[in-house]
């Protein structure tokens, strides 16, 4: 009965999503006005419709209900219960049930409480809305179905795959998906303002929210799953240039760019077209990740399950959305007037380099993403990895650094580079700082090099915009800047800092030898097996010691799964606030000794703790945004009371 | 104003282009199969020891001999490998003299193997590492190799041996041979 109700209340938001999109294109013509008050209360409704067939799908799961064709083929009852309510979205039918979802929540929330636009320009946002929304419906109701019967019932599930059943899976891709479907929000807001032709600062202001939502997000998602890869694959390395870690990091790129536009359009009224283009672009690279990686069209270490006739939907999609929105874009782009201008040397001139370096690395990651499949067509093989993309996109990642670590201190609209001097000449003195300590320490490469010099000006660039201003008066808009950053400078010393320094050994050991790597000495203790839910394992136990500190224990693992069988390394971290210690057991030899992978990763977890950063940042420009919305919306209902009062 | 419509087209255009290229790679059977880069040239130093006592182990050099030979790349735990053994029979009684390289395997293993399925080589080297598997280009088990009298890979058949490939490889190694 689940599986039914949730399949009848998909229908019913995919019929309503169709009334919406027909109502708000009608309601745009003379004709149709009336139809306009069918359009909010129809996102609404559709919102409640999608979260309870989401729900459905989310309680068979729970329940482990094998008469269901995705829950047969994606859980098993003897997965711990977070697992099973994580492998929801761990499968293709489920993850983009979760994204129609998501995106008719954030639709019926815009359309109950956002009044600030002119109501043509919300309708024909809400249109947008249910346009690309109506297309993700198809897709789940005629070509990927998450509540299809099995008859008859399996006997037990296939499982999730191992590598997948662990806490970093629970809340990576929905995490994500959040993201992409905000940016799905400030994508509508694009188009609604560029068929009704009004691009003004409050536009910028009512979607600036949503980008720093789904900027946060994204932020977030990128940031777990690059952990989660660093402790889970077992390699030591945390970005891989991975067509699907790619396919993450261009919309937060576009997005990282339309959020700082979308804030010189908000208080400058500068940047009109350019904003609309990113809003179209960031919500396009979204799109053109999901087909990336559903498609199997690059060969990638993210296996999804592989279907071309789902491929090539995503892709009509891709054509219908992408397609119809950049040719409204050619077709109305010269009719918006640029808006107020600016020099050079000003704010805007310092993002608006930001925002071309920002363009320039996504087009960077594009081109390396797309360029094996180019060749393909040709009929020749390659692979594109770090030695393109790091080189390439430091050309543009260096003068951006730069410009961040001053930009801030900038004056809008007009200014000089010698009233800030004294900051400058304080940027300058970190990076000389900076140049001294790499240089004494020795034997760095070129690009971490750089990165570590970098990292101290930024580090110092971003705090000094607090500089003479009082500290507890300060709005939250500007703390989030601060924070995220300096998260910015936090992350790319953790990056540098990792590929300058880290150390590694790999030694084939048995119970009783002694390896060193680094400052650490590790003694092989003994290899004992352990049983957990629904695997066995070999755990190495092991203690290990920083310079003459007691020892510590760690237990890395070799998991064998047998629901569905597979053997993943379950890698054992030490971490210090200067470091991570990172050790990973393999195989067996023949003569008894176990091979045994040792890394000392000096500041790699500052990776991390700069993407958590960022996120804060976010999240603080996000509360200062809203809060201010707030009051000016209590402040403008009071004076409205007022005159109310005037007339009786 | 003008070149600024340019531009605006040519994204456009550029979005366009992008989108065709994944329409045409879609529609295009995927092709995961990894051809070896040493095709044509000669097979790498090697020298591995044998895996089960009644064979002697195999180097680079005995593929120099001046005789055609069939380096088959196979491993007791793979099961496509067993499902090819007919076939490997059937072209050791055609005169085809089969070289063996046992992947990651052990003696014990690999003897069960041979008794169950045959033994077609006639000298088998244990590569415990892959390390000879990846220096020839092959990416999985099984896979098979014409090699010429005087070292050099003509051809590579990736996957188990089925029945039609059997008068392929018997003309790759006619070929070899001349």
Redesign the interface.
Known sequence: MIAEFGLAALWLAAALAALQLLSGCLSLTEKGQNLALLVRPAAVIQAVLCAAAFGSLLLLFARTDLSVLLVAMNSHSAKPMIFKVAATWGNHEGSMLLWVTVMALAGGLIALIEKRLPERTMLATLGAQAFVGLGFYAFLLFSSNPFERLSPPAEQGMGLNPLLQDIGLAFHPPTLYLGYVGLSVAFSFAVGALLTRNVTPEFARVMRPWILGAWIFLTLGITAGSYWAYYELGWGGWWFWDPVENASLMPWLAATALLHSASVLASRDALRTWTI?LGVIAF?MSM?GT?LVR???L?SVHAFAVD?ER??FI?AL??LN??AA??L??LR??TISEGQQFRAVSREGALVINNVALSAILGIVLLGT?YP??T??FGIRVSVGPPYFNPVSAIFAVPMLIVLAVGPMLRWRRDSLGRIEKPIIAVILAGLVGIIVAFSLGGIELLPFIGIVLSLMVAVGSVLPLKGRSLRRLPLAVWGMVIAHLGIAVALFGMSADSAFTQQTLVAASPGDVAKVGPWTITLESVDPVAGPNWTALEGRMAASYRDEPAQRIAPQSRTFWAPPQQTSESALLTRWNGQLYAVIGNEAEDGRWQLRLWWKPFVTFIWYGGIMIALGGLLALMGRVSVDLRRRHAQRRIEQRHEGYVQ | MKGFRIGLWLIVAVALGVLALFATQLSKPKDDLVRSQMIGKPVPQFKLDAIVPDRPGLSSADLADGKPKLLNIFASWCVPCAAEAPQLAALEAQGVNIVGVAIRDKPADASQFLQLYGNPYSRIGADNLSAVQLAIGSSGVPESFVVDGKGIIRYQHIGDIQDRDVPVLLQKLREAGQ
């Open positions: 283009m396009s053109m087909f498609s199997g069209i060969t071309p491929g090539s892709l891709l054509v992408i397609g950049l040719v874009f050619a782009a010269n797309l499949l180019l393909e067509a």
